[in-house]
């Protein structure tokens, strides 16, 4: 079962107070990016959050799940009725990644001559 739009713009929402929430669609469901770091995925309408060492301290004992076959584990979250507690773990999850390696110049040229 593929996410529906009115859910991820409630998970848009409740993750507001982190920073800049974003979603793109992928493959019928989607990422949700803070900071334009991908934070987390909607999958089947149900919240999965990258794992983290700060979120898992949070969350206590949070509960792992993959959000499609053959995923790895994510942070599955239940509750998604607290926007401040929600934003808060997104903040801290968002802390920890890897700011996103700039595309290689080459790569884009290319992609634009190919679309003339």
């Known amino acids: 079962m593929a996410s529906d739009e009115t859910f991820v713009a409630f998970v848009r929402e409740q993750l507001a107070g ?13 990422a949700i990016y803070c900071n334009q770091k991908v934070v987390a995925l909607v999958c089947d ?3 999965f959050v990258k794992p983290t060492a700060a979120a898992t301290v949070l969350l206590g004992q949070p ?9 790895k584990p994510y942070f599955l979250i239940d509750d ?6 929600l934003a ?3 903040a ?3 802390r920890e990644l890897p700011t996103a390696k700039p595309k290689a110049a080459g ?8 679309r003339r």
């Open 88 to 90: 808060r773990l997104i």
């Open 18 to 30: 982190a920073g800049a929430i974003s979603a793109r669609k992928m493959f019928g469901e989607y």
């Open 63 to 71: 509960r792992l799940a993959p959000p499609y076959p053959g995923a």
């Open 92 to 94: 801290v999850t968002v």
């Open 80 to 85: 998604l009725d607290d926007a401040d507690s």
């Open 107 to 114: 790569r884009a040229n290319a992609k634009k001559k190919r």
């Open 45 to 47: 309408n149900q919240l």
